[in-house]
């Protein structure tokens, strides 16, 4: 006789230093919210990047733009990814795919992970065209240049990033 199952919801963890989050992101988080029932986002800390905005601000600028979702929920967390997963009692890690490059890195880091906590499985996600070539450095770049960045990022999180690139410009002069 077959063993029945309790259903349980399903909760997907979306991990990422979003540094700062970008419309390739945000289109991502919107799709995964109609996948999964809930979806926490864990604004992480990654000691081998130096990161513009501090972990709080990355949070505030995180769930400012997932707002409208009522099934996504933001937190920030240190450590492995993996370990985060578990900690808000998720099975499923969503990663971006944009590039080849991209993808060796992400299928190491599966495979790792997969070794750490083989309870764990990662869905890969790309992004619509029009944002696979986006990235958090790209976009620092452009604020840091004083570029348009309104067909990179959420329209909210626009006069966050400017006034922080501004404000470091107004200390090198």
Known sequence: MP???TPQPLTAVYPGAFDPIHLGHLDIIRRCSLIFPRLVIGVGLNPDKQHSFSIEERQQMVSEVARPFNNVE??????LA???VREVGARVMIRG???VSDMEYEFSMSL???TLD???HTVFLLPRVDFTHLSSTLIRQIAALG????RFLPETIIPTVLSKFQASAAQVE
């Open 3 to 5: 063993l029945e199952q």
């Open 74 to 79: 933001v937190r920030t967390f240190t450590g």
């Open 82 to 84: 993996v370990h985060f």
């Open 97 to 99: 795919l944009r590039t």
């Open 112 to 114: 790792t992970n997969q």
């Open 118 to 120: 083989p309870a764990i």
């Open 147 to 150: 570029g348009d960045l309104s």
